[in-house]
């Protein structure tokens, strides 16, 4: 019996493999993915990667929010396993290893065993969830939140895109709407996500590892400003009811408070839309999205409390009408502290550098942590870019993070 050992080669190969699924070619020489939840790619990459799990003996379920498991049996089946994934689907202009990494270095743990003749006492299991990114159907992390039971089955089949299609829909004409239950009957013992820190923080320091402690908290929100449509040329300025320039005010304000609060807060405006977006007319309505981070709760809800109180005051200044919807809400989560504790330790006996770091993006690991201890391993982002097609992370890195990953799944599946 030998000591397993990652093969990065073999993890790379599966990891550009992947990548051909919906490749997006950029300028530059730089290249990415656009895997939409539940497109036509997304089922072509989920077909792949569960390909994968089969051939690596792997027993395969699907959920009925479209969640894949792969379970390879341990020694002693009877006891909780111990899970790895994240997700395969992209944002529009995605990289290779957003999500991708941890669920293909999940396969590269089980095949490493499996080459060194090693059977866990706990079954091991790699997951992919369903719509993590949250690019096409709202809320992010949806497929991981219905797992563990925080959003209702049928409220999250009922979700739509952009274009208004149903999510139920476009996960049957995929095939992959499946029949295990949500929530799932039974949770893992701990899960383990190996990701991308999709900063610059790791690369900056120059560190190997990041041992994350939780995650930020979450808000999206989508503001809909309503004035009136009008001539360019002909309206004076102090008759307009302009909602351009409210949401302005409004885009401005938002980074504003960010400079103001300090600390970890964040604030960005991702996505606007505005009607009839013609170049000699007052918009009629502006619709956009306000997406606020926060590591501590409270300072998240003063930030929501500031912004929005100031979006009704310039609304009200405007003469216009304004809606708020939440898209996205999540609080703060923080990991287990043993599990923290041994993906730190485990780093320094494999003598990598490592830091410990909350994250600032969300992952489906912060909705696993609700029903197991959970763990988030961090590896360096080439000059911190995630949801661009120049994303890289050097192949050194991603072995790292998975000979880091590997001896964690060792040590908690022979408990």
């Not at 999940?106 to 059977?119: D, H, I, N, S």
């Not at 949500?182 to 690369?203: K, N, R, T």
């Not at 009607?275 to 998240?300: I, S």
Request: aromatic share 4%; glycine share 10%; net charge negative.
């Amino acid at each position: 019996m030998e000591q397993p050992k990652i093969d990065i080669r073999r993890l790379m190969e599966r990891i550009n493999s992947l990548g051909q699924i919906g490749r997006v070619d950029g300028p530059n020489g730089e290249w990415g993915n656009a895997r939409l939840a539940l497109t036509d790619a997304d089922r072509d990459g989920r077909d792949l990667v569960m390909a994968w799990m089969r051939g690596l003996g792997m027993d395969v379920v699907v959920d009925r929010i479209g969640n894949a498991v792969g379970t390879w049996e341990g020694s002693e089946p009877g006891l909780p396993p111990v899970m790895m994934g994240s997700h395969i689907d992209t944002v529009r202009t995605g990289g290779r290893f957003d999500g991708n990494l941890g669920v293909l270095a999940g396969l590269e743990v089980v095949e490493a065993m499996q080459v060194a003749g090693v059977r866990p006492r706990r079954s091991l299991q790699v997951a992919f969830f369903t719509d993590e990114e949250g690019a096409r159907f709202p809320p992010d992390m949806l497929g991981s939140l219905v797992y563990v039971g925080g959003l209702g089955l049928e409220e999250a089949l009922d979700a739509r895109d952009a274009s208004g299609a149903r999510l139920g829909d476009e996960l049957e004409r995929i095939g992959y709407a499946g029949s295990m239950p949500c929530p799932a009957a039974s949770f893992p013992a701990a899960f383990v996500e190996l990701h991308i820190e999709q900063g610059p923080v790791l690369e900056d320091e120059h560190i190997t590892i990041g041992a994350v402690t939780g995650v930020q908290g979450i808000s999206w929100t989508e503001i809909t400003v309503t004035g009136q449509s009008a001539h360019a040329g002909t309206t004076p300025m102090r008759l307009r009811r302009d909602p351009m320039l409210v949401a302005a005010q409004i885009v401005a304000e938002a980074r504003a408070t960010a400079r103001r609060m300090g600390g970890t807060q964040v604030a960005t405006v991702g996505r606007m839309e505005v009607f009839p977006d013609l170049v000699n007319v007052v918009p009629a309505r502006v619709t956009f999205t306000v997406d606020l981070r926060n590591t501590d709760e409270t300072r998240l809800q003063q930030a929501e409390q500031a912004l929005f109180a100031f979006a009704r005051s310039m609304a009200a200044d405007e003469h216009c009408d304004l809606t708020l919807r939440s898209l996205a809400r999540f609080e703060p989560v923080t990991f287990d502290a043993e599990m923290v504790d041994l993906v730190e330790s485990t780093s320094r006996s494999l003598g990598y550098s490592v830091r410990r770091m909350p994250s600032g993006a969300g992952h489906d690991a912060q909705m696993l942590a609700r029903v197991c201890p959970t763990a988030m391993i961090f590896v360096p982002s080439i000059n911190g870019l995630s949801h661009n097609l120049a994303e890289d992370t050097a192949p050194a890195d991603i072995e790292a993070g998975a000979s880091v990953l590997l001896e964690v799944v060792i040590e908690l599946a022979n408990r």
